[in-house]
């Protein structure tokens, strides 16, 4: 995928800036492997809300690659263990907002 993804560009034609982040460990519940992606995050006003997963150094490295991405921000980690065992996250948790919620 990322050969596929070097050869994207923009409108004006330059190449896309492309940062890895880390793939969290495998986690099995129920005999299950669980959705556990560092790439759900949610880009607020001033922040980036991105799941943790209770793995310290995956964590970490996710919120620098964030913090690169988005220098401005404020890069918050939110556990989300109890989010992937319903297979979601927090991009998929926020995205629909009954009509004037917000």
Known sequence: MEDQLKTFRTLSGEPYRLL???MADKIV?????LPATYANFLILNDAVLYPTY?????????ARVL????PQH????????????QH????????QYPKGVL
Not at 74 to 85: F, H, N, R, S, Y
């Open 20 to 22: 890895a982040l880390p």
């Open 29 to 33: 519940f129920d005999g299950e492997r």
């Open 54 to 62: 209770n793995q310290p150094q995956n964590d970490e490295s996710a």
């Open 67 to 70: 913090q690169q991405a988005f």
């Open 74 to 85: 404020e890069i918050v980690g939110i556990d989300c263990t109890a989010l992937i065992k």
């Open 88 to 95: 979601g996250s927090l991009h998929c948790v926020t995205m």
